[in-house]
């Protein structure tokens, strides 16, 4: 399935601003079964240089600023995605290794420990006490199949919270989250990857869109008109496995992936410093349109 995506975010500043810098992570990432086939971005007002560059995970990031004042600034990229259907087979039926298992190969492994390292720690966003830990304690089995424990968990995670977009913003603590039992898909996927890494495992944040547009006969899943966020899990015997604890779905074509990290803070789709003062108006428009 080929898509076209259009991601529009636009800054009303009540005064001028003087000087803006910012770090855009927009870029779809191109992958075995994702092709990226076009990306743009326009700024106006227009930077006097946009410059690219690969960050530590991977991810394609831009950087621009502006000197002169502007009372509003819109950004706008666009991008033709092309998603390839799997051919990997059900990772649920391929992948058997436990969790004493996963978590045994892991420590003596070290040269697979280093390179995971990262996505086993606390980051400034994903922390854990035990609170955390006894919500997913359930999930987890020393002799069940780590894959398996991780669907558990995102099926307690989307059966037992609700999906309210006003709830959080992005500052708002996993266990406020957890204590109120509802959230987003930044929020869901933060908790799942606090409770992933509370015991042992890896994990990262995914960021990226899904179809706006369900197929015939299936419901809208939730967070499909703006970016969407879903986790990844390291599982030794199969690799990198990507859970959608939204939507309790495991994310295949209608994923498309922009960017990963440790979580929300690595992959923030814009973020700047302003020069300025008073109020400022954010919108964001996403749209992700199947290309026939």
């Known amino acids: 399935m080929k898509y076209k995506l259009t991601h529009k975010t636009e800054y009303k500043y009540a005064e001028p601003?003087?000087?803006?810098?910012?770090?855009?992570?927009?870029?779809?990432?191109?992958?075995?079964?994702?092709?990226?086939?076009?990306?743009?971005i326009s700024i106006e007002p227009e930077p006097a240089r946009?410059?690219?560059?690969?960050?530590?995970?991977?991810?394609?990031?831009?950087?621009?600023?502006?000197?002169?004042?502007?009372?509003?600034?819109?950004?706008?990229?666009?991008?033709?995605?092309?998603?390839?259907s799997e051919t990997t087979g059900d990772p649920s039926e391929k992948s058997v290794i436990t969790c004493e298992e996963a978590r045994l190969r892991i420590s003596e492994d070290r040269p697979l420990r280093v390179s995971i390292l990262e996505y086993i720690l606390p980051s400034p966003l994903v922390k854990w006490d035990e609170e955390i830990r006894d919500f997913?304690?359930?999930c987890f089995q020393d002799g069940s199949s780590l894959y398996s424990c991780v669907q558990a968990l995102c099926s307690k995670i989307f059966t037992q919270f609700d999906f309210v977009p006003d709830f959080s913003t992005v500052n708002t603590p996993i266990k406020e989250v957890l204590a109120a039992r509802k959230g987003v898909c930044q929020d869901f996927s933060h908790l799942a990857i606090s409770c992933i890494r509370a015991f042992g495992f890896p994990a990262r944040y995914v960021s990226g869109y899904l179809e706006t547009l369900?197929?015939?006969?299936?419901?809208k899943l939730q967070g499909s008109d703006a970016s969407h966020a879903w986790i990844s899990v390291f599982i030794p015997d199969y690799g990198w496995?990507?859970?959608d604890p939204t939507n309790n779905v495991v994310p295949g074509e209608r994923h498309i992936v922009t960017a990963w990290g440790r979580d929300y803070s690595d992959v923030t789709p814009l973020k700047g410093i302003i020069f300025s003062y008073g109020k400022h108006e954010l919108k964001v428009e996403v749209d992700v349109i199947p290309i026939v």
């Open 241 to 243: 496995c990507d859970f």
């Open 50 to 84: 946009i410059i690219e560059h690969i960050d530590f995970y991977g991810n394609t990031t831009h950087y621009f600023s502006l000197h002169s004042p502007h009372k509003t600034l819109t950004v706008l990229a666009t991008s033709v995605v092309e998603r390839l």
């Open 214 to 219: 369900p197929p015939p006969g299936k419901e």
């Open 136 to 138: 997913a304690k359930d």
């Open 17 to 40: 601003v003087n000087n803006y810098h910012s770090l855009l992570c927009l870029t779809p990432r191109i992958l075995p079964r994702q092709l990226c086939r076009d990306f743009t």
